[in-house]
């Protein structure tokens, strides 16, 4: 936890120095420092050790046969290693989102977006263990130009090949009807939009038996994970509730490339409570997230009083403060990502 805070506080200081003209290196030099944390990093993360043992045959990994891409991957980079495959992946997955905060996020909020990307456990942290799904996420980040663009052919081979590495991102190729659709959320009444998020919420048990047969007929294996979520505080509830209401407010002020954007960010809030009635179906919104560092950043623009845009500034980074020490407190995951090692400390080698 200590190595992922001392790079989160660099990275973020690095991005705010960009603000100045003769220091936008600072977004690159943040990556740069996040490249070589996800790089080097060795044993960390609930996965690594399944990913890394299922390279050199130690073990089988529950692949299935449409995802030839990870297969072919690893037969790819079986003379060099997995070491090399991890930092390969880790520079792409790096030029990806550098290449997303730079085009979509305002310069004086890089280092909001990279605070995000580093302290959200959503972000960096799981993708660093989900590597398979991580591969996934990143394409369609990198297609998001495309459906920007109304580019169908781009957008569907993007998708398509998300899919050969993790079969649930066939639940995107939908998307691009909403890059083509004229609908503007803020048509209906905040209310209105409200209210679904509500209902979800309080008929998530009676959406339990609909929620498992959708994430069956996508992908039959998400049926073993079929547990369903829990509230525990309600923090989170309340949160993504204002959360929600700000951005379906603020969509109406972006112009008109950021408004898909913040389409595809309302859609993953007002969605959240499907989470409640299984909880893989978190794994299914981990696709959306990354709309979030461009939306909580532009919408930061919509507000006209300071004091009120710094409540609201304030509330996103407390919020992600209360994740990431959830996330490292928590039997989950606290063993397997609380003590930072790199490949230098591999006790094999291959």
Known sequence: ???????????????????????????????TLIFLFLALRY????????????????????????????????YLFKPIGFFALIAVLSFVNCVIYY?????????????????????????????????????????????????????FVSYVLCICLAALFHFSAVVLLPLYLLSISNWKFWDLKLSFAIAIFL??????????????????????????YEKPGSVKSGLGFLYTGLFLCILIYSARLQNKEIVLIFKLSIIYLIMQPLILSIEIFSRFLMYFAPTILCAYTNSLKSFKSPPLKYVYLAMILAFS??????FFFSETYRDNFGTYQTLFSASEWF
């Not at 990279?114 to 993708?127: A, E, T």
């Not at 403060?321 to 959830?326: K, S």
């Open 199 to 224: 209902s979800l919420f309080v008929f998530s048990d009676a959406l339990y038996p609909i929620m498992r047969e959708a994430a069956g007929f996508v992908y039959p294996h998400y049926l073993e």
């Open 321 to 326: 403060l209360y994740l990431f020490f959830q």
């Open 99 to 151: 290449r997303f905060i730079a085009r979509y996020v305002p310069r004086r909020y890089y280092w909001l977006a990279i605070f995000l990307y580093v302290f959200d456990p959503n972000f960096m942290l799981i993708h660093s263990s989900a590597i398979r799904h991580s591969i996934a996420i990143m394409l369609f980040v990198f297609s998001i130009d495309y459906l920007l663009k109304k580019s």
């Open 1 to 31: 936890m200590i190595a992922t805070i001392i790079l989160g506080l660099l990275s973020v200081l690095f991005a705010y120095l960009a603000n100045n003209k003769r220091l936008q290196w600072g977004l690159k030099a943040s990556f």
């Open 43 to 74: 044993n960390f993360g609930n996965d690594y050790e399944v990913y890394f043992k299922s390279f050199f045959g130690q073990i089988q990994l529950v692949t299935y046969e449409r995802e030839y891409g990870w297969r072919f991957l690893c």
